[in-house]
């Protein structure tokens, strides 16, 4: 296995506030490997850090410490940073150009003769699902989601080894949501190392082998996610719903079973127990009951989801 990105005691601090003299430290020491052809997911509520370890990888903003190495190389080296691919947060484009006279644009910025910079620009503007009648119009014109996608072309253009994607289901609908899931996995087959974070744990369940979970600027978590989900415990609460006449009869029923709740809800009862065990004892002591019919059973929550909100360590420091 090769190591395509490693990030070592990454540290910032950011001056705010009246001349600047109040520090806020958004990241906290990262260290950090990704090894080639990953797809790594970064995940982090609001304001953990996750932009912010992008731009300084990126070299768009300065280290307060640490450093971090992409393809072996030291991120201050320029020539790195045209084998990889970055979809920023709130990417800016040119207004009054087209999407293809954008990615065109984009293309020759790299280097490649004309007939390939506009080969390319085609190859991407299908690749991101962009509808033909779309691709000559202004980028001004565009929703939300469009431009997401524009991104995503742009962040794909010299064919990186690695690309950094900041969000890049945001803005777009469930539809727009599953094609960027599918383009972003279709690029294992290419052997592209992908490096995104997001808040939404679904996007990063689907499609990621691992993942760190960042918490206000420190690293949480990382590992295989079904490591992550054992980390968050495999005691989980979970739901019963039942049909039945009267709640009370399941009330009486599990009154035994430790740990359980019954509340009524419309046309049954909702039972909670504690730990996935419980459940074969509440349905044996519901059975019981005479027409009383399971309709569900689901996890209360997602364990995941703990890890990423967590408790109260690991606070920023300000100075
Ligand atoms: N330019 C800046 N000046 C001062 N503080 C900043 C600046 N940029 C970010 N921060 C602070 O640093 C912390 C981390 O911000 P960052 O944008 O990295 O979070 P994030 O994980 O990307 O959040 P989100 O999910 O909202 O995009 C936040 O507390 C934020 O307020
Ligand atoms: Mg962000």
């Given at each position: 296995?090769?190591?395509?990105?490693e990030?070592?005691?990454?540290?910032?601090?950011?001056?705010v506030?009246?001349?600047?003299?109040?520090?806020?430290?958004?990241?906290?020491?990262l260290?950090?490997?990704?090894?080639?052809?990953?797809?790594?997911?970064?995940?982090?509520?609001?304001?953990?850090?996750k932009?912010?370890?992008?731009?300084?990888?990126?070299?768009?903003?300065?280290?307060?410490?640490?450093?971090?190495?992409?393809?072996?190389?030291?991120?201050?080296?320029?020539?790195?940073?045209?084998?990889?691919?970055?979809?920023?947060?709130?990417?800016?484009?040119?207004?009054?150009?087209?999407?293809?006279?954008?990615?065109?644009?984009?293309?020759?910025?790299?280097?490649?003769?004309?007939r390939?910079?506009?080969?390319?620009?085609?190859?991407?503007?299908?690749?991101?699902?962009?509808?033909?009648k779309?691709?000559?119009?202004?980028?001004?014109?565009?929703?939300?989601?469009?431009?997401?996608?524009?991104?995503?072309?742009?962040?794909?253009v010299?064919?990186?080894?690695?690309?950094?994607?900041?969000?890049?289901?945001?803005?777009?609908?469930?539809?727009?949501?599953?094609?960027?899931?599918?383009?972003?996995?279709?690029?294992?087959?290419?052997?592209t190392?992908?490096?995104?974070?997001?808040?939404?744990l679904?996007?990063?369940?689907?499609?990621?082998?691992?993942?760190?979970?960042?918490?206000?600027?420190?690293?949480?978590?990382?590992?295989?996610?079904?490591?992550?989900?054992?980390?968050?415990?495999?005691?989980?609460?979970?739901?019963?719903?039942?049909?039945?006449?009267?709640?009370?009869?399941?009330?009486?029923?599990l009154?035994?079973?430790?740990?359980?709740?019954?509340?009524?809800?419309?046309?049954?009862?909702?039972v909670?127990?504690?730990?996935?065990?419980?459940?074969?004892?509440?349905?044996?002591?519901?059975?019981?009951?005479?027409?009383a019919?399971?309709?569900?059973?689901?996890?209360?929550?997602?364990?995941?989801?703990?890890?990423?909100?967590?408790?109260?360590?690991g606070?920023?420091?300000?100075?």
């Amino acid at each position: 296995m090769t190591t395509v990105i490693e990030i070592d005691n990454l540290t910032k601090d950011y001056e705010v506030g009246f001349l600047r003299k109040k520090r806020v430290r958004a990241l906290d020491g990262l260290s950090l490997r990704v090894e080639r052809g990953e797809i790594f997911g970064f995940l982090g509520a609001n304001g953990a850090g996750k932009s912010t370890t992008m731009k300084l990888l990126m070299r768009l903003i300065y280290p307060t410490g640490g450093s971090a190495r992409v393809l072996g190389r030291g991120i201050e080296e320029v020539s790195m940073h045209a084998r990889i691919g970055y979809l920023p947060e709130h990417p800016y484009f040119y207004d009054y150009l087209t999407a293809r006279e954008f990615l065109v644009y984009c293309a020759e910025l790299f280097g490649y003769p004309q007939r390939e910079c506009r080969e390319r620009a085609d190859h991407l503007l299908g690749l991101v699902r962009l509808d033909e009648k779309s691709r000559d119009r202004q980028l001004r014109k565009f929703s939300k989601g469009m431009l997401q996608r524009v991104g995503l072309a742009q962040a794909l253009v010299n064919d990186p080894e690695v690309v950094f994607l900041d969000e890049p289901m945001s803005g777009l609908d469930p539809v727009g949501r599953r094609e960027v899931r599918d383009l972003i996995d279709s690029l294992r087959t290419t052997g592209t190392t992908v490096f995104f974070c997001s808040h939404i744990l679904s996007d990063i369940e689907v499609l990621c082998d691992r993942a760190a979970i960042l918490r206000r600027g420190r690293l949480a978590h990382v590992g295989r996610l079904e490591e992550l989900r054992r980390a968050a415990g495999e005691r989980r609460a979970m739901e019963l719903i039942f049909a039945v006449a009267d709640a009370a009869q399941i009330r009486s029923a599990l009154s035994a079973l430790e740990g359980a709740t019954v509340v009524a809800v419309p046309g049954g009862a909702r039972v909670e127990v504690a730990e996935e065990r419980d459940v074969d004892a509440a349905l044996g002591a519901v059975r019981a009951v005479a027409g009383a019919r399971l309709v569900s059973v689901q996890p209360v929550g997602n364990p995941l989801e703990e890890l990423f909100v967590g408790g109260d360590e690991g606070a920023p420091t300000n100075n």
